[in-house]
């Protein structure tokens, strides 16, 4: 049987390639996007490279340390791989609360402004000399601080998705809220509790929060750049 870590690598292995494998079909094919949705498609194009960016700091420094025969890397790169990919999240949902905001037109009003301004506080909280990123034992208290803006922010929007994509009848916005709030479901339960959450249900949660991050990567792809006219 094969080895936890080396199954760890491989899936991390297949969903690198899958985002990258999205951004590529995205770039190739933004010129045939509809000129009505280019303003949007290039928005979604943005946020995925973000992420990636964000997870190839994160998933590739674990990669090297597998490959390493070590199970983390050392402190200070570990800390600034997490810096970066909580930053690329964040980008993420900004992205995907302008989206929103773009498609519905909510870009004027003043829950889109403070949507907005949980992004930007959640940067700046993860940025904070509070988190003692190198430090093995970081105060749990500031994981919680340092991810709920996120959650905020993304459940707002998604919600807003879903509502605002039934009142219009934009089924792939509901949709693409649904897949949030599962993601969302997730991932943020171990960052929000960490001392609740039993270590061995941690890896199975990551692992569906990454299957429905995928889904997410791959649903605009398909609404946007691979429909045909």
């Known amino acids: 049987m094969a080895k936890p870590q080396y199954m760890e690598?491989?899936?991390?292995v297949i969903y690198l390639t899958f985002i990258f494998g999205v951004i590529l079909i995205m770039a190739l094919r933004m010129k045939r996007v509809k000129p009505e949705h280019l303003s949007i498609a290039k928005r979604f194009l943005l946020a995925f490279t973000l992420l990636f960016?964000?997870?190839?700091?994160?998933?590739?420094?674990?990669?090297w340390?597998?490959?390493?025969?070590?199970l983390e890397s050392g402190p200070i790169l570990s800390a600034a791989s997490s810096i970066f990919e909580l930053i690329s999240?964040?980008?993420l949902m900004l992205c995907f609360t302008n989206i929103w905001a773009l498609r519905f037109q909510k870009s004027e009003g003043v829950f889109y402004r403070v949507l907005m301004g949980l992004g930007?506080?959640?940067?700046?909280?993860v940025l904070l000399p509070q988190n003692q990123w190198t430090n093995p034992n970081r105060p749990p208290e500031w994981s919680t601080i340092r991810i709920l803006p996120w959650v905020i922010q993304?459940?707002?929007?998604?919600?807003?998705m879903i509502r605002d994509g039934r009142q219009m009848k934009d089924g792939f916005y509901r949709k693409l809220g649904w897949i949030v709030i599962a993601s969302i479901a997730c991932y943020s339960p171990p960052a929000l509790f960490p001392r609740a959450i039993p270590l061995a249900?941690?890896?199975?949660?990551?692992?569906v929060g990454t299957i429905f991050f995928m889904?997410?990567?791959?649903?605009?792809?398909?609404e946007y750049f691979l429909k045909r006219s």
Do not use: Q, W
Request: aromatic fraction near 6%; glycine fraction near 12%.
């Open 65 to 70: 340390a597998i490959a390493a025969g070590s």
């Open 215 to 222: 889904m997410m990567e791959y649903a605009p792809l398909k």
């Open 120 to 125: 930007v506080l959640g940067i700046i909280l």
């Open 154 to 160: 993304g459940l707002a929007t998604a919600i807003a």
């Open 201 to 207: 249900a941690i890896p199975l949660m990551m692992v």
């Open 9 to 12: 690598m491989g899936f991390n």
């Open 89 to 91: 999240i964040y980008c």
């Open 53 to 63: 960016i964000g997870d190839l700091a994160h998933v590739g420094t674990r990669l």
